[in-house]
């Protein structure tokens, strides 16, 4: 007998839409209405491809509770994201758990700049939007390499008050970086009662290095490699306050004041040759 | 029991013992002397009728001894490789007083593999009771307490958050102790009385335990004791350190030591510590071998006496060469100029009085500071309740290490709401946690009964 309300799937997770945004960042809407039911702004999914494949942790770009969705923009940067890249619209993933982690905590703060750099802006996309509707003051500052990895502009622009936008090399917004946009809102006196920063470690870092010189409170998401996302692997531990956190069930979001990144980036890096190997043996290379 | 060579198991993942064939299994069976008292059966904690299905096993009739395993156990072939027998129905024969016990546990595995190859009639379909009951957990507390249900005649669904059965028997006890295969297909058997399992389900985030309740007249959790411990000492989050949990999930149930032709790696060089030695330490020492590892330790405060190992698991660590390095406390990682763990700062130790354990209580020894070479860390020193569902789940009691509080029955503060395992007592065995799933079953159906008419 299939019980009658919590209808899960038996079977697979069907992508049901897929949008290339640039040549390595791919957007998906995924089947899983259980998950969309439940996920809120600031949490993540774990996904495994096929039989083989490793479980691998995404942050939830945007849901759809209606119609059963949830989004993923991902960068493909290691063999599992780059055999995800190449699959298409009607294809099915094996497996894809969630909402997993602790929703960001959404409240009406005043002030919120919300800081988002690379493929890091997908998941800050719900958290601006949730913010605004808590009736902050949204300014949002998206950052990226060049132009072209820029994503969900348009999107967020709709729901910002105000919105910054710069460029490594300057094709698109300002020349620099997000925290030098940022530096120039503190310089403006403008009161921020909080920031969100969310994209490539090293950014985080410096953001939050440079709120803690001017004290403003500042959330980062974190991204450590995972294995079941439950809690039970510790694989995902993170050093916050000089205390070990696991970022899968006390996290992703860390006050971004007391996370050790150096630690975090060494730990992510703990399988750089093993991924190479299996992106060329694959051929995804 | 005849089994593989040490120095060439040490290079594959296949199963170490081989197994009694028909004729041992037979002679091996005549020597049980069918006690009328049946101490034998008072040691199981699942209460198999042991002198009966040895009995049919003197008489050939292997699927009838099949039928009386099964009647008490859904993973005979699992328990026939795990359990701790010595301590439990081998520890209670009456031949153990005269020099070896009958090997019980060799025997369970022998018919339980015998009925897996020769393939088994499913018992006689019970009459629906139209109930629902949903399971959390698919590790041997669920699937026990789901099986058993099945079989009286309720619909069972078990959630699971990971996409495999088996829980601990999948992601912990490594394939050259329990091959996968053997899981799976003592899993099809539970599926084939009725039981649904569905995967990718985290009951608390996923589904709510309200919506369960909702639609369901009981639910059972079975949820395991998946929070690794670490040690707390300096350095312990370097690269290159893994929990036990981490490490066998990689190996076991992601099967990353078929890396690349599956995408999961792991990496572990030439030196690899094991910190504790309990039976997952062993696990976790005798893995690293096969993995590659050219010296393998296990490093643990105490000494031989107190190691909680089974004896079976330390003797085959020890063939296999694993190096022991007792009375020996790790007190700091040193890492390199990368971040890698390339040191264990350790301490001697002495033993003083007797602990609250009973253990007597290892002491450092003044100035003896010493550091290992290594290139990995395993940190095998326990694992508490996972915290998810007493989190979510409104006013659930917990105890002091925040196992659920239930009763002998396994019924919990709140009605309808049962546990057991190692949710419930904390890490232990198997076979614990299939007896709290048969216990919590049994009452289940009587709660349904009396309650919900």
């Given at each position: 007998?299939?019980?009658q309300?919590?209808?899960?799937?038996?079977?697979?997770?069907?992508?049901l839409?897929?949008?290339v945004l640039?040549?390595a960042?791919?957007?998906?809407?995924?089947?899983?209405?259980?998950?969309?039911?439940?996920?809120?702004?600031?949490?993540?999914?774990i996904?495994?491809?096929?039989?083989?494949?490793?479980?691998i942790?995404?942050?939830?770009a945007?849901?759809?509770?209606?119609?059963?969705?949830?989004t993923?923009?991902?960068?493909?940067v290691?063999?599992?994201t780059?055999?995800?890249?190449l699959?298409?619209?009607?294809?099915?993933?094996?497996?894809?758990?969630?909402?997993?982690?602790?929703?960001?905590?959404?409240?009406?703060?005043?002030?919120?700049?919300?800081i988002?750099?690379?493929?890091?802006?997908?998941?800050l996309?719900?958290?601006i939007?949730?913010?605004?509707?808590?009736?902050?003051?949204?300014?949002?500052i998206?950052?990226?390499?060049?132009?072209?990895?820029?994503?969900?502009?348009k999107?967020?622009?709709?729901i910002?008050d105000?919105?910054?936008?710069?460029?490594?090399?300057?094709?698109?917004?300002?020349?620099?970086?997000?925290s030098?946009?940022?530096?120039?809102?503190?310089?403006?006196?403008?009161k921020?009662d909080i920031?969100?920063?969310?994209?490539p470690?090293?950014?985080?870092?410096?953001?939050?290095?440079?709120?803690?010189?001017y004290?403003?409170?500042?959330?980062?998401?974190?991204?450590?490699?995972?294995?079941?996302?439950?809690?039970m692997?510790?694989?995902?531990?993170v050093t916050?306050?000089?205390?070990?956190?696991f970022?899968?069930?006390?996290?992703?979001?860390?006050?971004?004041?007391?996370?050790?990144?150096?630690?975090?980036?060494?730990?992510?890096?703990?399988?750089?040759?093993?991924?190479?190997?299996?992106c060329?043996?694959?051929?995804?290379? | 029991?005849?089994?593989?060579?040490p120095?060439?198991?040490?290079n594959?993942?296949?199963?170490?013992?081989?197994?009694?064939?028909?004729?041992?299994?037979?002679?091996?069976?005549?020597r049980?002397?069918?006690?009328?008292?049946r101490?034998c059966?008072?040691?199981c904690?699942?209460?198999?009728?042991?002198?009966?299905f040895?009995?049919?096993?003197t008489?050939?009739?292997?699927?009838?001894?099949?039928?009386?395993?099964k009647?008490?156990?859904?993973?005979?072939?699992?328990?026939?490789?795990?359990?701790?027998?010595?301590?439990?129905?081998?520890?209670?024969?009456?031949?153990?007083?005269?020099?070896?016990?009958?090997?019980?546990?060799?025997?369970?595995?022998?018919?339980?593999d015998?009925?897996l190859?020769?393939?088994?009639?499913?018992?006689?379909?019970?009459?629906?009771?139209?109930?629902?009951?949903?399971?959390?957990?698919?590790g041997?507390?669920?699937?026990?307490?789901?099986?058993?249900?099945?079989?009286?005649?309720?619909?069972?669904?078990?959630?699971?958050?990971?996409?495999?059965?088996?829980?601990?028997?999948?992601?912990?006890?490594?394939?050259?102790?329990?091959?996968k295969?053997?899981?799976?297909?003592?899993?099809?058997?539970?599926?084939?009385?009725?039981?649904?399992?569905?995967y990718?389900?985290?009951v608390?985030?996923?589904?709510s335990?309200?919506?369960?309740?909702?639609?369901?007249?009981?639910?059972?959790?079975?949820?395991?004791?998946?929070?690794?411990?670490?040690?707390?000492?300096?350095?312990?989050?370097?690269?290159?350190i893994?929990?036990?949990?981490?490490?066998?999930?990689?190996?076991?149930?992601?099967?990353?030591y078929?890396?690349?032709e599956?995408d999961?790696?792991?990496k572990?060089?030439?030196?690899?510590a094991t910190?504790?030695?309990?039976?997952?330490a062993?696990?976790?020492?005798?893995?690293?071998?096969?993995l590659?590892?050219?010296?393998?330790?296990?490093i643990?405060?105490?000494?031989?006496?107190?190691?909680?190992?089974?004896?079976?698991?330390?003797?085959?660590?020890?063939?296999e060469?694993?190096?022991?390095?007792?009375?020996?406390?790790?007190?700091?990682?040193?890492?390199d100029?990368?971040?890698?763990?390339?040191q264990?700062g350790c301490?001697?130790m002495?033993?003083?009085?007797?602990?609250?354990?009973?253990?007597?209580?290892?002491?450092p020894?003044?100035?003896?500071e010493?550091?290992?070479?290594?290139d990995?860390?395993?940190?095998?020193?326990?694992?508490s309740?996972?915290?998810l569902?007493?989190?979510?789940?409104?006013?659930?009691?917990?105890?002091?290490?925040?196992?659920i509080?239930?009763d002998?029955?396994?019924?919990?503060?709140?009605?309808?709401?049962?546990?057991?395992?190692d949710i419930?007592t904390?890490?232990?065995t198997?076979?614990?946690?299939?007896?709290?799933?048969?216990?919590?079953?049994?009452?289940i159906?009587k709660?349904?009964?009396?309650?919900?008419?």
């Amino acid at each position: 007998m299939v019980p009658q309300k919590i209808k899960v799937s038996f079977c697979m997770y069907e992508i049901l839409e897929k949008k290339v945004l640039s040549d390595a960042v791919k957007l998906m809407k995924i089947k899983a209405p259980l998950v969309a039911k439940k996920a809120q702004p600031g949490q993540f999914i774990i996904l495994r491809i096929d039989k083989k494949g490793e479980r691998i942790p995404l942050t939830i770009a945007d849901y759809d509770r209606k119609k059963g969705t949830i989004t993923i923009i991902f960068m493909e940067v290691g063999k599992t994201t780059k055999q995800l890249g190449l699959m298409k619209e009607g294809d099915k993933i094996l497996n894809f758990v969630g909402p997993l982690g602790i929703p960001s905590e959404i409240e009406n703060y005043g002030t919120v700049v919300c800081i988002g750099g690379g493929v890091g802006i997908a998941p800050l996309y719900p958290i601006i939007r949730a913010l605004k509707q808590a009736g902050n003051h949204v300014v949002t500052i998206l950052g990226a390499r060049n132009e072209e990895l820029l994503m969900l502009e348009k999107e967020i622009d709709e729901i910002s008050d105000e919105k910054h936008i710069c460029t490594d090399d300057g094709s698109k917004g300002t020349k620099g970086f997000v925290s030098d946009v940022l530096q120039k809102l503190i310089d403006d006196k403008i009161k921020i009662d909080i920031v969100w920063a969310i994209g490539p470690v090293i950014m985080m870092k410096v953001v939050a290095d440079l709120t803690r010189k001017y004290n403003i409170r500042t959330i980062v998401s974190l991204n450590p490699i995972m294995v079941d996302g439950t809690g039970m692997c510790g694989g995902c531990r993170v050093t916050v306050g000089g205390k070990t956190k696991f970022a899968c069930v006390d996290g992703p979001e860390f006050d971004g004041h007391q996370v050790d990144f150096e630690n975090l980036m060494l730990r992510n890096s703990r399988f750089v040759d093993e991924e190479k190997h299996s992106c060329k043996i694959s051929g995804v290379e | 029991m005849p089994e593989q060579d040490p120095k060439k198991r040490i290079n594959n993942f296949d199963e170490v013992p081989f197994g009694y064939d028909e004729q041992t299994a037979i002679a091996e069976a005549k020597r049980c002397l069918q006690c009328k008292n049946r101490p034998c059966v008072d040691g199981c904690p699942v209460g198999i009728d042991i002198p009966d299905f040895i009995k049919e096993i003197t008489e050939g009739d292997f699927e009838k001894a099949a039928v009386i395993l099964k009647n008490k156990t859904n993973l005979p072939a699992v328990c026939g490789r795990v359990c701790p027998y010595e301590e439990q129905c081998e520890g209670k024969c009456t031949l153990l007083k005269l020099g070896e016990p009958v090997g019980i546990g060799r025997l369970e595995r022998f018919v339980a593999d015998y009925i897996l190859r020769k393939g088994e009639k499913l018992p006689k379909k019970p009459v629906p009771t139209g109930k629902k009951i949903a399971v959390v957990g698919a590790g041997p507390a669920g699937l026990t307490c789901a099986g058993d249900l099945a079989k009286m005649g309720h619909s069972v669904v078990i959630f699971e958050a990971f996409h495999a059965p088996g829980g601990v028997l999948m992601y912990g006890i490594p394939e050259f102790r329990l091959p996968k295969e053997i899981v799976r297909k003592e899993v099809e058997y539970i599926e084939k009385l009725g039981v649904k399992i569905q995967y990718d389900v985290v009951v608390g985030k996923t589904i709510s335990v309200e919506e369960i309740l909702d639609e369901y007249d009981a639910v059972f959790f079975g949820t395991g004791a998946g929070l690794p411990s670490f040690l707390n000492i300096d350095g312990e989050n370097l690269a290159g350190i893994y929990s036990a949990n981490e490490f066998l999930t990689r190996v076991n149930m992601m099967k990353a030591y078929k890396f690349p032709e599956y995408d999961t790696p792991i990496k572990i060089g030439k030196k690899v510590a094991t910190f504790g030695a309990g039976n997952v330490a062993m696990d976790c020492a005798r893995t690293a071998l096969r993995l590659g590892a050219e010296k393998s330790y296990i490093i643990y405060r105490r000494s031989e006496k107190e190691m909680p190992a089974r004896n079976e698991e330390i003797e085959h660590a020890r063939e296999e060469g694993v190096i022991f390095k007792l009375l020996t406390n790790p007190i700091r990682f040193i890492g390199d100029e990368k971040g890698n763990v390339k040191q264990v700062g350790c301490i001697e130790m002495k033993l003083g009085g007797p602990d609250t354990s009973g253990r007597r209580r290892p002491i450092p020894v003044e100035g003896t500071e010493f550091k290992i070479d290594i290139d990995t860390a395993l940190i095998a020193i326990g694992q508490s309740p996972n915290p998810l569902i007493p989190q979510t789940t409104k006013g659930l009691e917990v105890e002091r290490w925040g196992n659920i509080k239930t009763d002998e029955q396994g019924r919990t503060n709140i009605p309808g709401i049962f546990a057991g395992g190692d949710i419930a007592t904390g890490a232990a065995t198997v076979i614990l946690a299939m007896g709290a799933g048969k216990r919590a079953a049994r009452s289940i159906d009587k709660y349904i009964k009396s309650n919900k008419q």
